[in-house]
């Protein structure tokens, strides 16, 4: 089932921590310009399997492909390259809190890139504008909000143009409408740039707006529950709590 | 006229005559290469494109630069998508609700969960760094030079003051104990031998590196450390960037850097100490100099500058290191500085004893 142009696969996936596995038997693919969306209650391991098809965490078992190179087995060269191509917003934003937003976007820019401090300025300029923080760009980490640090966090995952990008909770912290205009800055860089996105989120309306495939993550079973077009799980016929969870929209 | 949607990014502008202003845009944009740059005037703007190949996020953050600060900026004969890439960031605007941080027992939860086999991550991280090393010695570590001279600045020269006055007491304790002996057998004079290749040879390294465990090692592990808690070093990782190239490395040859030149000064300091105490009843100054120049060989200043190196080394290595597999809770990160103190100090008298039996064998 893993064809070579998917952008996140894996196949027979356990994932956890140390030793203890929270989730196995994971086997999905993800083809370019897809938009992914992971769901399941609090505490189910929906970070930890982001940071595992990132490339961040070792599987405990079974394989993770990510733009087609298993990142537990290559070599450091081409494992750097694969993460360079991709991005990754955390949970807790991870902003580098003695740098201000702008320093934290130019920041991978500067590493990476060839080009003049003067473009540098105008990239990150865009993207923070982009995420709607082009008035907190000289503020540092500690002074803006959750919600604010979550977009800048979406902003320095977006610093290198990513062909993956990896989203964990990024609507939370915003009111409805600004979700749902971060729904449509999601649509758009998959339109305008065909970005792969894999994204983590309890808002059932906005996942039915976005992603082209979910999966649920059901922690009774240690494995994924269901897997399919967001609508499908709207429908009769689904495993009764994945069909529970999508309608109730149980949000924990 | 038309150019092939291969060539570079270009941008060119001219003014009509009805004082509207067009930009020309085409090429191949790429956040690689370098961008055109191009004034415009007016505040009428109409851009089109020519040619316009493929572009990444440049073309977009370009003309948002250029189109900031003119009231009329028309982007209608440019292709949709590039139109609305451009419009997103203009209306971005978002409103929060409540502030709703992850709840710290969410995020730390269970996090405290670690294996013990921590002399094996001892040796992974001294691999890590060296291999680090090795790297960026042939150009290929990302290393934040930033930190670097940080570094020098806190570790170095901040430090001085407590080192003075760290190594002026031990010159003077050093003299005092040694007079009480020395006066029994006559030999006062001694004094000065003693002061100043103890100083030299010993004490400058370790009180030295004695100090650096307990400012440095201690602040190198909080602040590896509570990266660690905000997940800063994961980020680092997800951009493909060691967190032990960039963050420890600075760190480590800062430090290594400083720690040598500081215990040459504590050496100084502390033969002045000694000094004191020796000239305040027993001794000439002539006589206390003359003794100390000739009791001080280039041997003994190489064995104290050798520990010394291996000492700055140590203390900031053990930082680096605890503040690395620090728990990720402000629990993990206060035991993070305490264990880098107390395992820095450890290492450095555990070395310098090695040191004696390695001098003593070869005779230096
Ligand atoms: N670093 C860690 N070490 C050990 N256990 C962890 C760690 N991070 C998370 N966990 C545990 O793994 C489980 C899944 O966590 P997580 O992936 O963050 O859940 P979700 O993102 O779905 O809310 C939880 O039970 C959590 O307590
Ligand atoms: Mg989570």
Redesign the pocket.
């Known amino acids: 089932m893993s064809d070579p142009t998917d952008i996140v696969s894996c196949a027979d996936l356990a994932i956890g921590?140390?030793r203890k596995v929270?989730m196995d038997r994971l086997s999905f693919a993800l083809p370019a310009g897809r938009i992914l969306a992971i769901v399941?209650p609090?505490?189910?391991?929906?970070?930890?399997?982001m940071r595992a098809l990132g490339g961040l965490d070792a599987p405990l078992g079974g394989s993770a492909r990510l733009l087609g190179v298993d990142l537990a087995t290559a070599d450091e060269p081409a494992r750097q390259e694969i993460l360079r191509r991709s991005g990754f917003l955390f949970?807790g934003a991870a902003l580098f809190s003695s740098l201000t937003l702008r320093e934290n976007i130019e920041m991978p820019m500067r590493e990476f890139l060839r080009c003049p401090a003067k473009e540098i300025r105008q990239l990150a300029e865009y993207k923070l504008a982009l995420v709607g923080l082009a008035d907190a760009m000289d503020k540092l980490p500690s002074e803006i909000s959750g919600g604010m640090a979550k977009r800048a966090g979406i902003a320095r995952a977006m610093a290198l143009d990513p062909r993956v990008i990896f989203l964990d909770e990024p609507s939370a912290g915003l009111d409805p409408m600004s979700s749902g205009r971060l729904d449509e800055l999601i649509l758009r860089l998959r339109e305008a740039f065909g970005t792969t996105v894999v994204l983590?989120s309890h808002e059932i309306p906005s996942i039915l707006r976005t992603a082209d495939f979910c999966i649920y993550?059901d922690p009774e079973t240690g494995t994924m529950g269901a897997y399919g077009p967001p609508k499908s799980f709207l429908q009769a016929g689904q495993p009764p709590k994945v069909h529970a969870f999508f309608t109730q929209a149980r949000i924990d | 006229m038309s150019q092939p949607p291969s060539g570079s990014p270009f941008a060119r502008t001219e003014v009509r005559a009805d004082g509207h202003a067009v930009v020309t845009i085409g090429g191949v944009w790429n956040l690689d290469d370098p961008l055109p740059s191009v004034v415009i005037r007016g505040d009428r703007v109409r851009v089109v494109s020519e040619g316009l190949g493929d572009f990444d996020s440049s073309l977009p953050a370009w003309l948002h630069a250029h189109g900031k600060n003119i009231r009329e900026f028309d982007l209608s004969a440019l292709p949709p998508r590039l139109q609305s890439l451009v419009r997103m960031a203009e209306k971005a605007a978002y409103q929060e609700t409540g502030d709703e941080k992850p709840g710290l027992l969410?995020q730390f939860?269970?996090?405290g969960?670690e294996s013990g086999s921590s002399w094996a991550r001892a040796f992974e991280h001294i691999g890590h760094t060296s291999l680090g090393f090795a790297r960026m010695l042939i150009g290929r570590a990302k290393v934040n030079w930033a930190d670097f001279s940080l570094q020098l600045q806190t570790a170095g020269v901040d430090a001085l003051p407590i080192v003075a006055l760290l190594g002026f007491l031990t010159g003077l304790i050093m003299a005092y104990v040694g007079l009480i002996q020395l006066r029994q057998v006559g030999a006062t004079v001694y004094v000065a031998n003693l002061v100043s290749l103890a100083m030299t040879r010993e004490m400058g390294a370790l009180m030295t590196g004695v100090i650096a465990c307990g400012r440095t090692s201690t602040a190198f592990a909080s602040q590896l450390g509570s990266m660690n808690v905000s997940q800063e070093t994961d980020a680092l990782r997800a951009l493909g960037i060691q967190p032990v190239e960039y963050l420890a490395l600075p760190r480590i040859l800062a430090v290594t850097l400083m720690v040598p030149l500081l215990a040459v000064f504590a050496t100084f300091v502390g033969v002045f100490g000694g000094m004191v105490v020796a000239c305040a009843g027993d001794l000439s100054i002539e006589q206390y100099l003359t003794q100390a120049v000739r009791a001080i060989s280039f041997k003994s200043f190489l064995v104290g500058v050798i520990k010394s190196v291996a000492f700055g080394f140590i203390a900031a290595w053990a930082g680096c290191y605890r503040g690395s597999v620090a728990k990720?809770s402000a629990l993990g990160v206060g035991e993070a500085a305490t264990s880098a103190a107390v395992l820095g100090i450890t290492l450095i008298v555990v070395a310098d004893a090695l040191f004696a039996v390695i001098f003593n064998l070869f005779n230096l």
């Open positions: 921590h140390g929270i399941g609090s505490g189910c391991g929906k970070s930890t399997l949970q983590v993550l | 969410e939860g269970t996090w969960v990720r």
